[in-house]
T-cell receptor, first 116, second 118 residues
Framework: EAGVAQSPRYKIIEKRQSVAFWCNPI?????LYWYQQILGQGPKLLIQ????????DSQLPKDRFSAERLKGVDSTLKIQPAKLEDSAVYLC??????????????FGPGTRLLVL | GENVEQHPSTLSVQEGDSAVIKCTYS??????FPWYKQELGKGPQLIID?????GEKKDQRIAVTLNKTAKHFSLHITETQPEDSAVYFC?????????????????FGTGTRLTIIP
């Protein structure tokens, strides 16, 4: 079974530029999560999708971050404009039915973003 | 909201010895506590979890204990091997049975970098 795919793996941009990350969850998984992992910290949930609907985006900085999952499969996360403090690893995860933390979340390898 | 503290931040253990990582949580309503292992360049992977209706769970060389009164839980790895070297994260959440999804986000600890010395 293929795991969660993410691209690109690495991205370097200058502050105020825009960047987009892509995630393809495990086939058949209804729930998709985006996490931000700053160096030396644990992952922090940014947004959770159930199929193509948003379940929780309470920790998403909506003035600069946006995410979509239009067809209920893959998803993109965008930052516009980027700030220095956005430097982090962005992890995508998916779970089968979306029982929140009740189900195992499978993580992708992440996209490492460096903002200069 | 929930706050999870994890100690130590780094841990070096001789191969074959045991390793213990401890976490405390603040929200008494939390009832689900998973542990994740993150290897270099990879995403976190669930290795074991425990729910608040049990005090201990074991899976081969890995065990987790939970003390609800003190609000802390621990990961125990016995007979450590070089492949156990990684960063380990604890997490906590409140599984609400009446909710099918949402509002049950995991709050992670800050991680422990475990190094097994051959």
């Amino acid at each position: 079974e293929a795991g969660v795919a993410q691209s690109p793996r690495y991205k370097i941009i200058e502050k105020r530029q825009s960047v987009a990350f892509w995630c393809n969850p495990i086939s058949g998984h209804a729930t998709l999560y985006w996490y931000q992992q700053i160096l030396g910290q644990g992952p922090k949930l940014l947004i959770q999708f159930q199929n193509n609907g948003v379940v929780d985006d309470s920790q998403l900085p909506k003035d600069r971050f946006s995410a979509e999952r239009l067809k209920g499969v893959d998803s993109t996360l965008k930052i516009q404009p980027a700030k220095l403090e956005d430097s982090a690893v962005y992890l995508c995860a998916s779970s089968l039915r979306g029982g929140g933390a009740r189900e195992t979340q499978y993580f992708g390898p992440g996209t490492r973003l460096l903002v200069l | 909201g929930e706050n999870v503290e994890q100690h130590p931040s780094t841990l070096s253990v001789q191969e074959g010895d045991s390793a213990v990582i401890k976490c405390t949580y603040s929200d008494s309503a939390s009832n689900y506590f998973p542990w994740y292992k993150q290897e270099l360049g990879k995403g976190p992977q669930l290795i074991i979890d425990i729910r608040s209706n049990v005090g201990e769970k074991k899976d081969q060389r890995i065990a987790v204990t939970l003390n609800k009164t003190a609000k802390h839980f621990s990961l125990h790895i016995t007979e450590t091997q070089p492949e156990d070297s990684a960063v380990y994260f604890c997490a906590a959440s409140n599984e609400r049975r009446e909710s099918n999804f949402g509002n049950e986000k995991l709050t992670f600890g800050t991680g422990t970098r475990l190094t097994i010395i051959p």
